[in-house]
Antibody
Framework: EVQLVESGGGVVRPGGSLRLSCVAS????????MSWVRQAPGKGLEWVSG????????HYLDSVKGRFTISRDNAKNSLYLQMNSLRPDDTALYYC??????????????WGQGTLVPVSS | QSALTQPASVSGSPGQSITISCTET?????????VSWYQQHPGKAPKLMIY???ERPSGVSNRFSGSKSGNTASLTISGLQAEDEADYYC????????????FGGGTKLTVL
């Protein structure tokens, strides 16, 4: 059974930093690209960042470029999101998401339960 | 303002069919053939329901179907059931690259 378990969330002050982690199990982690998708309270989904299977290619939402860094450790089946210079509008539930090739493209086929990051003074 | 526009809400009675639209409203969206749909129940993680516009992943009920005409994709749920009450999000990809997902604003489905 595919499982994605996020951790590392918590209240942080504006300008602060936080590192999110996601441990994967039930599949061959190093065969898949991964992403982080967030959801502000009562709002919709927003893709934040993505990384390919070996970490050589990373991608970011414009509003987090230069502040967030995605990385992975395939030996530990783990995905990370280092978040610096946090702002109140970064407040959200952050989901760890598997990216799988289905049909003719890549899609987000498994999601963790999320870790909450409230940014508040 | 999302590049993919969905109605805020739709409703239907048990047994009926409903359709949720998702219209590409920005050139920021890439090839609009790669449309997916996600179902999210309150307090739960999203679930992939449709990919490649109209394909269902294994295990998804055939009451869910997808289609596209021009710049509007649609999700149809037939034989509506109480358990279908949830938020639904369409998703495509940004013109800037195949990693950058773009989600619609979401549609709340109420089963009357």
């Amino acid at each position: 059974e595919v499982q994605l378990v996020e951790s590392g969330g918590g209240v942080v002050r504006p300008g602060g930093s936080l590192r999110l982690s996601c441990v994967a199990s039930g599949f061959s982690f190093n065969d898949y690209g991964m992403s982080w998708v967030r959801q502000a309270p009562g709002k919709g989904l927003e893709w934040v960042s993505g990384i390919n299977w070996d970490g050589a290619s990373t991608h970011y939402l414009d509003s987090v470029k230069g502040r967030f860094t995605i990385s992975r450790d395939n030996a530990k089946n783990s995905l990370y999101l280092q978040m610096n210079s946090l702002r109140p509008d970064d407040t959200a539930l952050y989901y760890c998401v598997r990216r799988r090739y289905l049909g003719t493209h890549y899609y987000f086929d498994y999601w963790g339960q999320g870790t909450l990051v409230p940014v508040s003074s | 303002q999302s590049a993919l526009t969905q109605p805020a809400s739709v409703s239907g009675s048990p047994g009926q069919s409903i359709t949720i639209s998702c219209t590409e409203t920005s050139s920021d969206v890439g090839d609009y053939n790669y449309v997916s749909w996600y179902q999210q129940h309150p307090g739960k993680a999203p679930k992939l329901m449709i990919y490649d516009v109209s394909e269902r992943p294994s295990g998804v009920s055939n009451r869910f179907s997808g289609s596209k005409s021009g710049n509007t994709a649609s999700l149809t749920i037939s034989g509506l059931q109480a358990e279908d009450e949830a938020d639904y999000y369409c998703c495509s990809y940004a013109d800037s690259g195949v990693f950058e997902g773009v989600f619609g604003g979401g549609t709340k489905l109420t089963v009357l």
